[in-house]
């Protein structure tokens, strides 16, 4: 079996609908062309807007569509300390800081930054004393990367570069800059979750072997922030192929929010797996 390990990762906080199909399809079948493993991993840290029955109905309608893929599945919810020990790494390092600022302080702050409005919030741990006072008073607070930190620990981050060999919404492809500062100082650990999305997925990739990061290009720019932690926490960097976005007939993409036909739909309306991989172009 080659090195190739991929995998669909999916959030279950709604059931799944053509642009997921796509999506996994693309993997699967990647992993298949390669001779590799095609892994499925439930994201699942925020776990207000997780349900079981979205997380049942992923493997029954992935099943459905003809995938199959390795146990067990990775469950992110069942690894919070593995990111409790990577946040704490970089915070031992100095590379991270309190935030409590609400989102609309957050917000604003960019709005109003002195040379004029930032592209992303960049910020600052809170003089010792007034963080302790917050901190005692059981203020909540979120933890961020602190770019400038970043940077120092670094040497620079100019040189980081990741391969993609899909393409991001603009047509990039080959050996890409890394722009972590597109993402300003990202959040590591929410509020109210204790981790957030890139960190999870960065140690995840790493502790699942994974070669190539296959996903839509929505999540193109989440790239340069990713490579930015797989550096600092001294991962491999996977090779990224980022696919174009489903749209429907009408050029708009798929999406929950705008009530997309669910793959269960489709399947009760009596549609066919093959017909749906046909019209997907698999
Ligand atoms: N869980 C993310 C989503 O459902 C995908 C994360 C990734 O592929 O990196 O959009």
């Known amino acids: 079996m080659s090195a190739f390990v991929t995998r669909f990762a999916p959030s279950p906080t709604g059931y799944l609908h053509r642009g ?3 999506s996994a399809l693309t ?3 990647a992993a298949q062309v390669a001779g590799g493993r095609f892994l499925l991993r439930v994201e699942d840290i925020d776990r207000t807007r997780c349900r079981p029955e979205y997380e049942a109905a992923i493997h029954e309608d992935l099943a459905w569509l003809g995938l199959d893929w390795e146990t067990p599945v990775r469950r992110q919810s069942d690894h919070m300390s593995d990111y409790g020990a990577a946040l704490r790494e970089l915070s031992e390092r100095g590379l991270t800081y309190r ?3 609400t989102r609309r302080e957050v917000a604003e702050a960019i709005e109003s930054a002195p040379h004029g409005a930032m592209e992303a919030f960049r910020g600052a741990a809170l003089p010792p004393e007034e963080e302790a006072r917050r901190v005692e008073a059981g203020e ?3 933890w961020r990367l602190s770019l400038d930190a970043a940077e120092r ?6 040189g980081l570069s990741f391969l993609e060999e899909g393409e991001g919404p603009n047509g990039e492809r ?3 800059l890394a722009r972590p500062r597109l993402g300003g100082d990202v959040v590591l650990a929410r509020k109210d979750v204790g981790v957030a999305y890139h960190l999870a997925v960065v140690t995840d990739d790493a502790s699942q072997g994974v070669s190539h990061v296959i996903r839509g290009n929505d999540l193109f720019e989440a790239a340069h922030v990713q490579r930015l932690l797989q550096a600092l926490l001294g991962l491999p960097a996977p090779t990224y192929c980022h696919h174009r ?3 429907s007939p009408d050029g708009r993409r798929f999406a929950k929010r705008d009530g997309a036909q669910t793959l269960r739909e489709l399947r009760a309306s009596g549609m066919t797996p093959d017909s749906l991989r046909e ?3 698999f």
């Open 20 to 22: 997921h199909a796509f």
């Open 27 to 29: 993997a699967f079948e």
């Open 99 to 101: 935030c409590f600022r």
């Open 140 to 142: 909540p607070y979120a």
């Open 153 to 158: 620990a670094l040497g620079g981050i100019g």
């Open 174 to 176: 080959g050996a890409i």
């Open 245 to 247: 976005l489903l749209t």
């Open 279 to 281: 019209e997907l172009g």
